[in-house]
């Protein structure tokens, strides 16, 4: 059945444009049409009167943990952890150890939950759960469906549990690749795509690198990764194997234009070039970064293709965008506003190279994945200043409806299912999440 969103305020941030009073024709889950005064051609379809609320294409997170959607306020015994390598050990190491089914379920759910309510409307996740690897993908993508949500996939393939981890690891995403290209080829509907996940160039050999190669070969995804987010990372690359850390991903072949590589704070002018020449990714998390205190990625503008994610901090990309600004001014940077929602913009390119299909665009032919506001703009908004306004103005309070696939997910701040007894449920989870990691050694 066709639908109609009439007397729209159609915005975009990137490249900057703002046009009243349309109507978008949904049919299915691609937009049909953009105009003035299209709803009389569709006698038969379900009209909703907008009355001239803000509408733009979706937003897309290009990196998250949903694995980490209990740790918030985690009460269980985590040792001091002064650095990088500590916080991984004494916290997040722990954590994706204790993590079983129904953790993993409620862990997702919550954080899908929290994306749609801010207005994001795809989750770009790399997963953990080294005691339940096999079919770990499928329970998270359980929590996509059940709201709505789209998404890319994989599962973050390490050394650090062994060779038999490692080959779980990669079996998993090809596993998880193939079921999707499953459901394509019978030409169904579906909101969830896969990437192969390797979790970072230090817990990798070259054995693991030469599976996760296969792996791309098998499957025609890209490497979502972990690269150059702490010091240590290059510093391990240059003394184990004499290579700067994305020369020794592009001689395993694992760069391509679906490469999502994630941090990069500590990369070189070499790395880039190299992530440059193949179009890949490079995924900013500017707030996961001060968290961490890694450090701060300078070299972002010399990088083609950057994308913007939350790395597991909520999933909120109003609050990333401003943070990640606030911090480029605070050092000194000539960006503007625009540019990271170029940035934040991208995100929708990454969805267009895995899903084949047009996104982040509020025109004919492309998926029908938007988000509704009914922002209140106190000066006058166009074209040239849409990205001022989402930078200094807008936040996700601001959201009012979310469409995914053409499916309303979340319309006048209420999801079409009860939420409150999914919250009690994940609290639960929680609390046996936080014992079950005291209980590890
Ligand atoms: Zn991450």
């Known amino acids: 059945m066709m639908k109609i969103l009439q007397n ?36 038969d379809a379900e009209v909703k009167d907008l009355k001239g609320a803000m509408v733009t294409p979706g937003i897309v997170c290009s990196h998250n943990h949903f694995y980490s959607g209990l740790a918030r306020g985690i009460m269980a015994n985590i040792k001091p952890s002064q650095d990088f390598i500590s916080i991984l050990l004494n916290l997040w190491w722990r954590l994706d150890r204790a993590i079983d089914k129904d953790i993993l379920y409620y862990s997702g759910l919550v954080c899908v939950l929290e994306a749609i309510k801010a207005g994001t409307t795809s989750v770009i996740d790399h997963h953990a759960s080294p005691a339940f690897i096999k079919g770990s993908l499928d329970v998270l993508r359980q929590g996509y469906e059940k709201a709505g949500l789209r998404g890319i996939l994989c599962y973050e393939t390490t050394d650090r549990n062994g060779k038999d981890g490692t080959k779980e690891g990669v079996e998993e995403n090809i596993e998880f690749a193939k079921s999707v290209d499953k459901v394509k080829a019978a030409g169904k509907r579906y909101l969830v795509e896969a990437a192969i996940g390797g979790h ?77 020449q193949h179009d890949a990714f490079l995924v900013h998390n500017a707030r996961s970064n001060m968290n961490n205190n890694v450090g701060y990625a300078e070299k972002l503008p010399t990088v083609k293709n950057v994308a913007l994610g939350t790395d597991g901090i909520g999933v909120n990309m109003f609050e990333e965008v401003k943070c990640a600004y606030f911090k480029h001014k605070d050092t000194g940077g000539a960006y503007w506003p625009g540019d990271y929602l170029r940035f934040l913009q991208n995100g929708n390119t990454i969805l267009e190279r895995y ?3 047009k996104y982040g665009k509020v025109a004919a032919g492309y998926k029908a994945d938007l988000t ?8 006058p908004l166009t074209g040239d200043n849409a990205a001022g306004h989402f930078v200094f103005g807008m936040s996700s309070r601001d959201v009012k409806s979310v469409m995914v696939d053409g499916v309303m997910v979340y319309e006048d701040r209420q ?8 919250y009690v449920q994940a609290q639960k989870e929680a609390q046996r999440l936080w014992q079950r990691m005291d209980a590890l050694d």
Request: glycine letters at 8%.
């Open 372 to 379: 509704i506001y009914d922002y209140d703009a106190p000066t």
């Open 8 to 43: 729209a305020r159609v915005v975009h941030f990137s490249p900057g444009s703002v046009q009243e009073s349309l109507d978008i024709v949904i049919d299915g889950s691609v937009i049909k049409e953009v105009g003035q005064n299209l709803a009389a051609n569709y006698p």
């Open 200 to 276: 970072a160039p230090v817990t990798l050999d070259d054995d693991a690198l030469r599976m996760l190669a296969e792996a791309l070969k098998e499957t025609g995804r890209g490497l979502h990764i972990h690269v150059a987010e702490d010091r240590y990372d290059v510093s391990d690359s240059h003394g184990k194997y004499q290579k700067d850390i994305m020369q020794r991903m592009a001689d395993f072949g694992l760069v391509n234009d679906k490469g999502i590589f994630v941090h990069g704070v500590h990369l070189g002018a070499a790395d880039i070039e190299v992530l440059n």
């Open 355 to 357: 899903f084949g299909e």
């Open 415 to 422: 999801f079409p299912f009860d939420v409150a007894s999914i």
